[in-house]
């Protein structure tokens, strides 16, 4: 079975320092893996997702994460937070494509960014 | 283009009564699921359609029913409401089973049971 943990539920950063959201995942297959941010009384938006091509993902509003197959990690990051990103942020697995909405979710991490 | 749209966005539910969240969407997306969200758990999938007419159970299904009768529309009924379904759920769609889950979700229903 596949899961997900997110280390720290809470995380405070400082506008302009480096954001870095942990993500680690079990997977008895090659997974996919993917980030998504909520903000507040929205719902769910795709940051980005590793589907097993480059390691190193880019995705929007200047986030990226990194697939570690040794360390079993997708961990997220930014280099420079803006007040714009204080949200919540979900990292999650799905073992194949077809069953991409069947997808485990780690607990989530609020971020705090501040001034 | 409303995308997937959710209602009511707040219910506050007696125990034993039962509700209909509702859920559409206008993309003519195929697959359409249903998750519920409690704190320090993420989101846990209740129920999916693979398309009209066709549903399965996800990881939490116990106490919820769904119907799929037309692509559009996915709703999610609780017959007799507890206070365990006090929660914040959400709707999503994508177009196919086989697409990425580069899902679509809507703004969330928080349901409260007392």
């Known amino acids: 079975a596949q899961s997900v943990t997110q280390l720290g539920s809470h995380v405070s950063v400082s506008e302009g320092a480096l954001v870095l959201l942990r993500c680690n995942y079990s997977?008895?297959?090659?997974?996919?893996l993917f980030w998504y941010v909520q903000y507040p009384n929205q719902g769910l938006q795709l940051l980005l997702k590793?589907?097993?091509?480059?390691?190193l993902v880019k995705g929007i509003n200047g986030f990226e994460a990194e697939f570690k197959k040794s360390e079993t990690s997708f961990h997220l990051t930014k280099p420079s937070a803006h007040m714009s990103d204080a949200a919540e942020y979900f990292c999650?697995?799905?073992?194949?494509?077809?069953?991409?909405?069947?997808?485990?979710f780690g607990g989530g991490t609020r971020v705090l960014v501040k001034p | 283009n409303a995308g997937v749209t959710q209602t009511p966005k707040f219910q506050v539910l007696k125990t034993g009564q039962s509700m209909t969240l509702q859920c559409a969407q206008d993309?003519?997306?195929?697959?359409m699921s249903w998750y519920r969200q409690d704190p320090g758990m993420g989101l846990r999938l209740i129920h999916y359609?693979?398309?009209?007419?066709?549903?399965d159970q996800g990881e939490v299904p116990n106490g919820y029913n769904v119907s799929r009768s037309t692509t559009e529309d996915f709703p999610l009924r609780l017959l007799s409401a507890a206070p365990s379904q006090t929660s914040v759920y959400f709707c999503?769609?994508?177009?196919?089973?086989?697409?990425?889950?580069?899902?679509?979700f809507g703004q969330g229903t928080r349901l409260t049971v007392v």
């Open positions: 359609s693979v398309g009209a007419g066709i549903t």
């Open positions: 999503a769609s994508k177009l196919t089973t086989g697409s990425w889950p580069e899902a679509f």
């Open positions: 590793y589907t097993s091509a480059a390691t």
């Open positions: 997977s008895s297959v090659p997974p996919y």
């Open positions: 993309m003519n997306h195929e697959y």
């Open positions: 999650a697995v799905s073992e194949n494509k077809a069953a991409g909405n069947k997808l485990t």
